[in-house]
């Protein structure tokens, strides 16, 4: 008798099919899938697709046109699109327009640095000469970066991007200029400015960066010349005495004008009692010093005094009425005879050096801004209050130092010159140096050159802050202040930082000495110093610009051509400074968003339609948000955005910063050809962007094995989806387990898009990823793997399953796209066809009778039971007592009564994953599986009874049952006699 062989029941099951690879080649795919987006056009189409809809407007913020990018501009530019698809999926029309800032100090640097390399000097080289190469140097940066950009995924106009160097570009800028110059907002003064030796040049505060620098630190006394007060006595006794200053840059002791002191500080005038100092000690018995309470011992100490006597208190009005000495005054230098105030300041504080400030308003904002405060006062006294220009642009003294011209500040290199040390010689041979040392800190350097740059007043371009634009008590700092309060920042605590740089901030300086950039575009009068003020000359000057760039600016008889008949050229000066980058950068909404209609918000009041962001690092506080700003306040009235987004700095992993030294640099090229983009935007969604993030090896590990896991569900559920034939179940017939993967998609979907809406992609990743891997892959997919492999076609349960997968299929892949967006092409073609792009999709509209809450709270009791019956069967594996979850028939004891009715009539074996299982309502015996969190529930495991299906591997009592079909269980039997019914031959 022969044996009938076994059949291979393989062919009858609906196993996973998709071509879609488990591994996925992201460094290989995505160079095709980027070819792909360009052949077919797709920004062609997400523009026609949007037609009609409200805009969505993410201004871009200009890098500078000088390098290679950077980890923060792979960040900076992820963010920026993810920003513009998602807005697109959720109904905008969101456009991405690249630009650039392609004029300034970086890229002017760098041309001087190759200048240097020749031994060429840049004074000697026609000055539109030299900004023909600056504009080539920047011509070839951006085609560099504009491929590095789109190799992250960054979808915009990439063929037509704005940059700050094009003609039209350059000459809205100047008219912008031209605008706060007929206002009356423009003036030329004399301030203290940043100012780089080494670069020739003012520097804003964005362009300054703090490095440790050594300091002389010097103690010095201002004797006391004149006393008031009301008790003559006392007044006699200030006399013999000394005010006592401390400073860290003693080169600016010639540039002296006045002493500060605050009258929140206790003072006290100190007599020096020790008899046995040596002769050399610059501090001698008898020696009378006023001093703060809380520092005198400290100035003692550094004076090398042991013993000393407090005398009395002294009091602000006494302080107030000092008139000092310039240390200098008897010293044959010449210059230094005139008398030194004492002046109550705000900034003055006891934490360290004297209680005084040495105030020399030509080298610092403070010392300034508290003598012009007090000009009117001091004139009244017969003090000249013309502030003096003692350093030059190259850093030597000039004839307003007497005695120390030559001597130079700091050197062309950026090294300490002479100068310090000529101040200090002078000051001990005056008698009035009482102590001298040197102290490490934090000092202002420039960002290019890394040197450190000096505070010198100098005349400068300025806007007013303060002064009225129109006489109704409108200033450009009142309207900034309100701009900020209308607008929109995330994360909130932008709008205190900017709102107190605005409060705080001095008048706007927007000149620069510099050659590569658009000019003050402004005429000086011979003799009186006034601004030209003739809209017909600025009109020639714009139209020049929009021909031929601002070059025109430079060239041979631009003075007569700009002037024309109406003015006499010999009559008027023409300004060469040119302004600084953050004017140009800060005009961008001038010369792109007003300028390109796809671009053009509905402005017809602020707050409209339309919507524009601005999102920058947060160091934009101070530079591009900062400036926009104002330009856009002074010129209309309100800032050019509505709403300004800001993200930290990358760390390196250990929370460092990233130099080249420490070698702990991440370079973003290093990373896509490793990994693929996906992988380092994985990683940017899933930071938390608002603070500083941190990036290296081990992190990007994590992305790649989050990533993986994603790719594994998306290919499970491409693989599943292969068999849909599309057949619809109604809500109504569905299974619970479906309608409630259907209930929480509705849940997601609120989430998704709120998150989207605040920004908050970490939020998004997170739950989506949770969603994915927990609740479908361990949970929903898992249980209905035997449904939708074994059940037969005509089976509700898997089409109603293949139905679910469908609607999680569309709304997980779209809601991803934006973060992944190769990943999701890939697979949204896989499924769809090459014809296709998720791109063009938007999140899909998900139904409000999804949502069933109680039926959520109901499976959340089912889950807490499956979850101690996975924990006890995970044990009998462990143990070896089972190899397989469809080996066990557990008995469930569940003695909660509410969890016991949300079990009923459940197929909790099903959902458990086993072959058999017993529900039981009787306490559980002793040594039972439990877990402490989950009362009322216990276990006991056991074998399944029965014999193994040869198709679906249950073991039940019922296999062998179906004489046709003697080794599977009766649903087997079920779905092969309706398989092979549909695989007759015809």
Not at 448 to 459: E, L
Not at 553 to 571: S, V
Not at 630 to 638: A, I, K, Q, S, V
Not at 897 to 921: C, H
Request: proline share 5%; net charge negative.
């Amino acid at each position: 008798m022969t044996e009938t062989p076994e059949r291979d029941y393989s062919e009858t099951l609906n196993l996973p099919k998709t071509e879609f690879p488990m591994r996925a080649g992201l460094p290989k795919k995505e160079p095709e899938i980027l070819q792909r987006w360009q052949e077919m056009n797709l920004y062609r189409k997400l523009r026609e697709a949007s037609t009609g809809r409200n805009k969505f407007i993410l201004h871009d913020g200009p890098p500078y046109a000088n390098g290679n990018i950077h980890i923060g501009h792979a960040l900076n530019k992820t963010l920026k699109d993810i920003v513009t698809r998602s807005m697109q999926m959720t109904g905008w029309d969101s456009n991405y327009v690249p630009g650039w800032d392609c004029h300034g100090l970086p890229i002017e640097w760098k041309i001087e640095e190759q200048y240097r390399a020749k031994g060429k000097n840049k004074d000697e080289v026609p000055v539109n000469e030299f900004r023909q190469e600056c504009r080539e140097f920047a011509e070839h940066w951006i085609g560099v970066q504009r491929e590095e950009f789109k190799r992250l995924g960054i979808e915009g106009d990439w063929e037509n991007p704005y940059l700050t160097m094009r003609f039209e570009s350059e000459a809205v800028i100047a008219r912008e200029l031209m605008k706060f110059a007929m206002s009356g907002q423009l003036y030329r003064g004399s301030k203290p400015v940043m100012w780089s030796v080494v670069e020739k040049t003012a520097l804003a505060e964005a362009e300054i960066e703090y490095h440790d620098y050594q300091s002389d630190t010097i103690w010095v006394k201002f004797p006391v010349v004149e006393a008031g007060g009301t008790n003559e006595t006392e007044a006699d006794e200030l006399l013999d005495a000394s005010v006592v200053i401390w400073t860290t840059t003693p080169w600016t002791i010639p540039g002296n004008r006045a002493v500060c002191f605050s009258s929140k500080i206790h003072y006290g005038l100190y007599e020096v009692t020790q008899d046995d100092l040596p002769e050399e000690n610059w501090v001698q018995k008898g020696d009378k010093l006023i001093l703060a309470d809380a520092l005198a011992g400290a100035v003692f100490e550094q004076s090398r005094v042991e013993r000393y006597e407090h005398v009395r208190a002294v009091t602000p009005e006494e302080l107030a009425a000092l008139t000092l000495a310039h240390p200098f005054r008897d010293l044959d230098l010449g210059g230094y005879q005139f008398d030194v105030p004492v002046l109550d300041g705000d900034h003055v504080t006891d934490d360290a050096g004297t209680g005084f400030v040495h105030t020399a308003p030509g080298h610092g904002a403070d010392d300034f801004e508290i003598w012009m405060a007090h000009a009117r006062e001091l004139e009244a006294r017969g003090i000249d209050t013309a502030i003096p220009f003692t350093v030059a642009d190259d850093g030597f003294y000039t004839k307003d130092a007497p005695g120390f011209e030559g001597n130079q500040v700091i050197t062309h290199k950026g090294e300490k010159g002479k100068a310090n040390k000529a101040v200090i010689e002078a000051l001990k041979e005056s008698g009035t140096l009482i102590g001298l040392g040197r102290l490490k800190h934090q000092y202002p350097h420039s960002w290019r050159s890394k040197k450190p740059i000096i505070f010198r007043n100098t005349p400068q371009w300025f806007v007013y802050m303060d002064r009225d634009i129109d006489g109704k008590d409108d200033t450009l700092r009142i309207r900034a202040l309100n701009a900020i309060d209308n607008t929109r920042f995330v994360p909130a605590s932008g709008q205190n930082r900017l709102r107190s740089m605005i409060e705080n901030r001095p008048d706007w300086v927007l000149s620069r000495q510099r050659a590569w950039g658009v000019p003050i575009t402004v005429f000086i009068h011979k003799d009186t110093a006034e601004i030209l003020k003739d809209e017909a000359v600025n009109a020639r000057i714009y139209d020049a610009f929009v021909s031929e760039g601002a070059d025109a600016w430079f060239a041979d008889g631009a003075k007569e051509r700009f002037l024309g008949n109406d003015h006499k050229a010999d009559d008027w000066n023409m300004v060469t400074d040119i302004l600084d980058v953050w004017f140009d950068s800060g005009s961008t909404h001038a010369f792109c968003l007003e300028k390109r209609e796809d671009l053009m918000p509905n402005r017809k009041g602020l707050g409209g339609d339309d919507y524009v962001l601005y999102l920058e690092g947060s160091d934009q506080h101070r530079g591009w948000f900062h400036s926009s700003l104002l330009e856009g306040c002074g010129t209309r009235g309100h800032a050019p955005y509505d709403a300004v987004l800001t993200h930290g700095f990358t760390m390196a992993e250990d929370g460092r910063k990233m130099s080249k030294s420490l070698g702990n640099q991440v370079f973003p090229q290093d990373i896509i050809k490793q990994y693929g983009a996906d992988i380092l935007r994985l990683w940017v969604a899933s930071s938390d962007y608002a603070e500083d993030q941190r990036i290296g090896p081990e992190i990007i590990k994590t992305s790649v094995d989050s990533y993986r896991k994603l790719r594994n569900t998306l290919r499970w559920m491409l693989g599943s989806l292969g068999h849909a034939t599309g057949e619809e179940v109604s809500l109504a017939d569905m299974p619970e387990l479906e309608r409630l993967m259907l209930h929480r998609l509705t849940e997601l979907d609120a989430l998704v898009r709120k998150a989207y809406w605040d920004f908050d992609y970490k939020r998004i990743f997170h739950h989506l990823f949770t969603f994915m891997t927990v609740e479908l892959s361990a949970f929903y997919f898992d249980i209905r793997k035997d449904a939708l492999y074994c059940d037969a076609a005509s089976s509700v349960r898997r089409k109603a399953s293949l139905q679910v997968i469908d609607k999680l299929f569309n709304c997980l892949v779209t809601w991803m796209a934006p973060m992944l967006p190769f990943t999701m092409e890939e697979t949204w073609t896989s499924r769809y066809g090459e014809a296709t792009s998720v791109h063009l999709e938007q999140f899909p509209a998900v139904p409000a009778d999804w949502r069933d809450d109680a039926l959520a709270a109901k499976w959340a009791k089912i889950r807490t039971v499956r979850r101690v019956i996975t924990g006890a069967l995970e044990v009998e594996r462990r143990e070896k007592r089972i190899g397989s979850s469809l080996e066990a028939h557990p008995v469930v004891h569940v003695t909660d009564p509410e969890l016991m009715a949300a079990l009923e009539g459940k197929d909790m074996a099903d959902i458990a994953i086993t072959s058999q299982l017993t529900l039981s309502a009787d306490p559980a015996p002793e040594g039972a599986f439990a877990l402490d969190d989950t009362p009322g529930v216990a276990v006991v495991p056991g074998l399944a009874e029965g014999r193994k299906c040869a198709r679906s591997w249950k073991i039940l009592p019922e296999v062998g049952s179906d004489p046709d079909y003697p080794d599977v269980t009766l649903r087997d039997a079920a779905a092969l006699r309706e398989w092979d019914a549909a695989h007759q031959p015809a």
